[in-house]
Structure formats: structure tokens, C-alpha cells
């Protein structure tokens, strides 16, 4: 039978919530185990989810989203629901503080052009119909620009754009070529990589588009 203590961390739900996109989804995980399961596990399990629970916590003020900010307190209730008094008190007081913190760190982010700065759902929604290159850029002006480009689901449309009008390309030009039959193996490897949770796709992106920047090398010369 599984020990429970060893099947926990393999859920990786430590890593995930310093990610923006997995963020909201950590959070509810940790609120199903809270209130599910936390009673029922072993007390170095319920040790590891409540020290994640305060780390999600902790990491709100990073998260400017409105699904994050939701995830936070759907996870604070549970916490209420399911933790003994003491634990309970302690996430509370965590989650006032990163609350403060993550109003502060909003109004910065508002501040930094002396106007209110749009959602960050509503500029991931503009960013959306951005090409690469001006995705990257808008990246540049500031932090709340910054976070909005770098949207996991963003990057995942960009590489699905742009790649597959290479692949497409690459078939016409070269349909016999052995080297694009290499290519094409290649590109399967990368979506299955792609179909997998929790992809980080601007560096999925990123490793694909130097890929294919060697492949115009060797075919050009």
C-alpha cells in the first residue's frame, strides 16, 4: 500500500504554486485535500499540506490575477473548515498579511505610470491577439505588463501559431527531404511534451524557436 507521506510530494504542488498559471490550480488541490482527506492522513502528511497552505499564502502578493486571488480565499476557507484551532489561527494571520501585501503591491503596479493599470485578465485577453514579437515587447514596459506576457496560455497559442505554419512550410518546401523526416519526429516529441500538465510553454517556445533557427541554418548553407 502507498504511504501517503511518499505519494504527497509527487502531486509537486510546492513548485506549482510559485508558477502564476498553476497558481489557482495548487490552491484548489490543497482545498480538496483539506477538506477531503486532511483529517484522515497521517500527522508528517498534514505537516506538508499545511506548511504549502501557508505557503500559498505567502506567494498571493505575486499573483495579481483574479483567479488567483479567488484560489486564495477558497483555500482560506477550507483551511477555516478543516484545520485545528491553533493551525487555523496561524494560516488566518498568514492570509490578512499576504492580503495587505497584495494590495500594496497592486497599487505599485498602478503607480508605476501615475494611472490605473488595466486587470491582468483583461490584458492577457488584449495580449492575445499580439504576434510573437509584440508579446515580447509589451513584455518590456512594466512589471504588470510583464506578468500579463508571460500567461502560460498565451505562450501555448503563440507556439501553436508559429510552429505549426513552420511545420506546414517546411512540408512543401522539402516534402522528400530525410532531414525534414527528422524534423517532423522533432516536433512530435515537442507535442507530446506539449500534451503533458503543467507545461511551461514559453520555454517550450523558446527551446523549439532555436531549434528551428539551426534547422534554417543548416538548410540555407
Known amino acids: 500500500m502507498t504511504n501517503p507521506l511518499e505519494k504527497y510530494p509527487k502531486l509537486g504542488l510546492e513548485e506549482a504554486l510559485t508558477r502564476i498559471y498553476r497558481y489557482p490550480k495548487a490552491c484548489k488541490e490543497l482545498s480538496f485535500l483539506l477538506r477531503e482527506a486532511y483529517n484522515k492522513l497521517p500527522k508528517n502528511t498534514q505537516s506538508l499540506i499545511f506548511q504549502d497552505t501557508l505557503t500559498a499564502f505567502r506567494l498571493l502578493p505575486q499573483m495579481q ?7 486564495a480565499h477558497f483555500l482560506l476557507q477550507s483551511a477555516e473548515a478543516s484545520l485545528p484551532k491553533q493551525k487555523k489561527n496561524l494560516a488566518v494571520t498568514e492570509f490578512k498579511h499576504a492580503k495587505v501585501a497584495h494590495k500594496r503591491r497592486s497599487k505599485a503596479c498602478q503607480d508605476e505610470k501615475g494611472t490605473v493599470q488595466l486587470p491582468q485578465d483583461v490584458l492577457i485577453l488584449i495580449f492575445s491577439f ?13 512589471w504588470s505588463w510583464n506578468l500579463a506576457a508571460s500567461d502560460n496560455h498565451l505562450w501555448q497559442s503563440q507556439y501553436t501559431l508559429f510552429f505549426g505554419n513552420f511545420i506546414n512550410c517546411s512540408k512543401t518546401k522539402v ?25 511551461d510553454w514559453r520555454e517550450v517556445f523558446k527551446r523549439a524557436y532555436i531549434g528551428m533557427l539551426i534547422y534554417l541554418a543548416r538548410t540555407t548553407y
Do not use: F, I, Y
Not at 490575477?65 to 484560489?71: C, H, I, K, N, Q
Not at 525534414?180 to 516536433?187: C, I, L, Q, S
Open 175 to 199: 516534402q522528400q527531404s530525410s532531414k525534414v523526416v527528422e524534423d517532423k519526429k522533432h516536433a512530435l516529441l515537442l507535442d507530446d511534451v506539449a500534451s503533458e500538465n503543467c507545461v
Open 65 to 71: 490575477t483574479r483567479s488567483a486571488v479567488s484560489a
Open 130 to 142: 499580439l504576434d510573437m514579437p509584440s508579446l515580447v515587447s509589451v513584455g518590456l514596459v512594466s
